[in-house]
């Protein structure tokens, strides 16, 4: 493994490109596609596949053999797991998702040239996530909380003693929740996370799960409520980002506070969303001719068309980035779904929508789980006390990512059909092709502006540092209220611990580690095991 000591420090520093690293990146990113496609089309959602890297990569580094000796580092360990993760989420959320719109919609023709599409705003998607992050609008002392997750599953694996000990209690709980139904991931992220916005997602999760139940009469989802109030939230959070890209620099307490790469964060947010948007711009255009669906428009349509998917993709993986550094949530499917609306709204064909909502929904889950990532690496590296050392191995995790995203492409290639065929497609593809085929009308519009004015109100008041406007539109979004019992009850438990207990915030985010890891890992068997029994039972019969 390539090993090296800067002369400045005396940080070790791993490179992704030494040949044992390599390959075994490239393998575990091929693992981790095919899991992350499994787990998607078996339960519709996907689950913490950081945590899940983060295992693998320390059960690899305790297997007796001199080809993983060097996999000891735990800076190696980080590049495996975020290769891994990268894989997984590319390939269940981006791509698989993406290409699921076509095939459900009656038009295979337009799935390569939508997997060609997805996989370039995927990798733009990261890019610009590798840009922002530790910014003003996406600081690295944020939540991040799967991130940290991972981060104290790292340690504590490398580390042992009474680290590893919390780390398998919460494991073991999580694991014991979650086959009772409990959201774990929830319990595990309300310990971590931004209490504020965390209490806001809950009464968000509660209120959707009410108005399902019948207790709340007016339906939120049918009349559009969690949209409008996303749609609302989203343009002031964005405001609020631009105000801190031209904010005014004569505070200078602020600044001192802040470390270097902060301070001169405000040129860099401006110069990444610039080159952002346009090769969003050119991937749409091209995305265009390849689908031939610039024939299905006029010469307006088309110049709409591409401007409408820039800003949509742009715009979604921001918003989807904020809910994930508050909550560890992140809205994909429903920004997607929003983007869409709006399309059907502006009056594109179907063929043009079908490609609009594929390419939005493959921006932001990388934007998210790599944020996570990153937030990972910025722990194990000592928390950017050695710039040097922070922004080396930044640059490697960004180069097993894209390791990571490339592998997605080719196992989604060769076994969309595989699971196409036999009807397995993802929920959500489904649902944006039902959108695309019940039309539009102008009631839908009335209520996105309607309930846009309380989303907008919301995320005024909790500031651009909250987000509670972002976060409870998200989770009015998501029909799971036992989840917001969970948050809930985890933020009182959190409160009461760190008031009148003298635990340390450490202990308590190992714990929350091993919740979120239990949960994961749950999640992922649960998803494999009815494949591998029937498998078993089929070799039996033979």
Known sequence: MNIS???????????????????????????????GIQIIVTLGISANTSIIGAVLAILLSRIPLSIFASFKFI??????????????????????????????LGIPELIYPMLAGAFIAIIIDGTILYGLFNTRAYPASASWPAGVATAETLWAGNKGGKRLGALLTGFAAGAIGAGFGIPMASA??????????????????????????GLITYNLYENYVPHGVMIGAGIVALIQIGAIVFRNK????????????????????????????????????????ISQIFITMTLPQLIGFLIFATLAALIQEMIVGMAAMHSGWFPATAAALISLMIG??????PEALAVLVGFCAATGPAFADMGFDLKTGFM????????????????????????????????????YDFYFEQDKIVPASRLYAATIQAGSSSNVAMMLLLWAIPGAIIQLIGGAKNQIGVLFSTGLMINYPIAGWTVLTALAVRIIIERFFNISSDKISTFAGGLIAGDALYSTAKAFLPTLKAKLLSFWVK
């Not at 595990?188 to 139940?213: N, Q, V, Y």
């Open 380 to 415: 194990i590296r000592g928390y950017g006390k050695n710039q040097s050392a922070e922004y080396y191995g930044r640059k490697q995790q960004y180069f097993a990512a894209i390791i990571g995203f490339s592998c997605a492409l080719v196992v989604v290639a060769l076994t």
């Open 188 to 213: 595990g992220i309300a310990l971590i996370g931004s209490i504020f916005a965390l209490f806001m997602f809950a009464i968000g999760l509660l209120i959707r799960g009410f108005s399902e139940s």
């Open 344 to 349: 059907i709204l502006l009056g594109f064909p």
């Open 5 to 35: 000591h800067d002369k400045n420090d005396t940080e070790v520093r791993v490179s992704i490109f030494s040949p044992a690293l390599l390959i075994a990146i490239i393998i575990l990113s091929f693992v981790g596609a095919i899991i």
């Open 75 to 104: 800076d190696a360990q980080n590049l495996i797991q975020t290769s891994i993760s990268a894989a997984t989420f590319a390939a269940a959320n981006g791509l698989i998702v993406a290409i699921g719109v076509p095939w459900a």
């Open 250 to 289: 004569k505070d200078s307490q602020q600044q001192n506070e802040e470390s270097d790469e902060l301070r001169h964060s405000s040129k860099r947010i401006k110069s990444t969303l610039i080159k952002g948007a346009t090769f969003y711009f050119l991937t749409a255009l091209a995305l265009t001719f």
